[in-house]
């Protein structure tokens, strides 16, 4: 069963720091690109980056810098490592398998997803 569960979020103050992971489970993330997505209330869900099969990222501009994407294929866990947190980054945040030429997913198979709420 196709399956991703994200974790790792919380409430932090702005200039914080996160680390979201994502537990893929019904397929390997070694062979497929992988995103990250978030969604703030009353706004339609937006990416934040991608990650390649061999590891290359990019990222939305808004994140650009702040964000790092990274992968255990090992354990077939997504990672997003959050620095210097606005509050603009409050949402709800997801992984599920991407475009790998385009911020945008490949499937719509999304998880529950996994809080995060970034303070003034």
């Known amino acids: 069963q196709v399956q991703q569960v994200e974790s790792g979020g919380g409430s932090v103050q702005a200039g914080g720091s996160l680390r979201l992971s994502c537990a893929a489970s019904g397929y390997s993330i070694s062979t497929i690109c992988m995103g990250w997505f978030r969604q703030a209330p009353g706004k339609e869900r937006e990416a934040v980056g991608i990650?390649?099969?061999?590891?290359?990222?990019r990222y939305a501009d808004s994140v650009k810098g702040r964000f790092a994407i990274s992968k255990d294929n090992a354990k077939n866990t997504l990672y997003l490592q959050m620095n210097s947190l606005k509050p603009e980054d409050t949402g709800m945040y997801y992984c599920v398998r991407s475009s790998c030429g385009a911020l945008t997913p490949r499937f719509n198979d999304w998880g529950q997803g996994t809080q995060v709420t970034v303070s003034s």
């Open positions: 990650i390649g099969i061999l590891g290359s990222t």
